[in-house]
């Protein structure tokens, strides 16, 4: 069997007249930053109907080069019946996971730390130390290790600190018999940001061929990412019968830039066109409502520092069948940074989420927001839920 991957780039906000949401040729691609759809070597406009079972297609990207010149990115030439699979994923920073590793005692104390993909350990690195300080100064000593980049390490009291941001990799944390190790957050949700654009466009430049010819004046293209952009991933399995009862096998990921898709023409025309009914593109049905509370499920209109109140947030209302997890922000009119936390999926109506801090992490006379959202499998996200709360000092 063979297998390449193509990666197309569009940029740019997506007409809002449904038939201009393609490109009608080769340089308006380049200028345009739309898609090229092609059936049977023709151009056609997204308001086209679906394709036929023997019409050819292919999907084409241009964009203009450093020197001038135009580079054009296209898929092989394929039939609706070969697309097994399609999905859409829209862009998400993702949320952070945070990791306590506690009962350190004045010895010699180990942590270890793997980088995994599921069941596959990508890497392992080992820290020791004699106290939280030495753990935290002997893991900055090493931590350009490339795949623990996004873990950093802080003391708090006598406990260490981890906090993973998400990258696309899970972060196993280990210890010691005698230590604790507490997590929170699962580290998910990373779609669509520009690293990983960079990372899929290498591969369909490395799939076409770019970086193994000898002797030849190869060039790979600039990238056509921007700076500060995220992209909504749309991806689509073709796989075609050869003869000799082989297979080859192309997996298409069409990003689009900062999902600029406001009127879902674009997907839309791609759904119609190519007979795909795996777009997702509705949002998962809020939660019922949230509130500010204690440890019990209380409404707390004011957390006391000097009690130093422990602060929560019950939520309201079922998951559903389509979400896949729920995001906690909690954040203040003052300086004090947000805390996110992530929220498992559960069977309950009803569930109470602490946030990890308590009142004496804010400044008096601050006002707290509690947001929380769901989100789906696509990524896509529901309507906020939302509670305010006041902080005081006595």
């Keep these: 069997m063979s297998f390449t991957e193509t990666t197309l780039v569009v940029r740019g906000a997506v007409d809002a007249t449904a038939a201009n949401a393609f490109a009608t040729d080769v340089a308006n691609a380049a200028s345009s930053g739309e898609l090229l759809m092609q059936i049977n070597g023709s151009a056609v406009a997204a308001d086209n109907s679906a394709a036929g079972a023997n019409d050819l297609i292919k999907l084409s990207v241009a964009h203009s080069q450093p020197d001038g010149s135009t580079a054009v990115v296209s898929s092989q030439e394929f039939k609706v019946g070969e697309i097994v699979s399609s999905q859409y994923k829209a862009p998400s920073t993702g949320s952070n996971q945070t990791i306590t590793v506690g009962n350190i005692v004045a010895a010699m104390n180990s942590i270890r730390l793997e980088a995994k993909n599921g069941v596959e350990v990508y890497d392992v690195l080992g820290v020791t130390g004699k106290d939280a300080a030495e753990i935290v100064a002997n893991f900055s000593g090493r931590a350009d290790t490339e795949r623990f980049k996004n873990v950093t390490m802080a003391v708090n009291g006598s406990d260490v600190a981890i906090t993973v941001t998400p990258r696309g990799s899970d972060i196993v944390v280990t210890g010691d018999d005698a230590l604790t190790v507490t997590v929170s957050g699962d580290n998910n949700g990373r779609v669509g940001q520009q690293d990983q654009i960079l990372d899929l466009e290498k591969r369909s430049f490395i799939s076409a061929g770019a970086y193994n010819q000898y002797e030849f004046p190869i060039v790979v293209p600039a990238s056509a990412t921007k700076d500060g952009s995220d992209y909504a991933i749309m991806t689509l399995e073709i796989r075609k019968d050869l003869p000799g ?47 500010l509370s204690d440890a019990g499920g209380t409404t707390q209109n004011t957390y006391v520092i000097a009690d130093s109140d422990e602060i929560h947030v019950a939520v309201n209302g079922a998951f559903g069948a389509d979400a896949t997890f729920g995001t906690l922000v909690l954040s203040s009119d ?61």
């Design 334 to 394: 003052g300086s004090e940074a947000d805390v996110t936390v992530n929220i498992p999926t559960d069977a309950a109506n009803a569930r109470i989420v602490d946030t990890g801090v308590d009142a004496t992490a804010y400044a008096d006379g601050v006002t707290l927001t509690a947001t929380v959202t769901k989100t789906d499998a696509a990524g896509n996200v529901s309507t906020a839920a939302t509670d305010t709360a006041a902080v005081s000092a006595t």
């Design 245 to 291: 009862r082989r297979k080859a096998t192309e997996i298409v990921r069409i990003v689009l830039e900062n999902d600029e898709d406001t009127t879902n023409n674009f997907t839309d025309a791609l759904s119609t066109i190519l007979g795909l009914t795996t777009f997702d593109l509705t949002a998962p049905i809020a939660f019922t409502s949230v509130f």
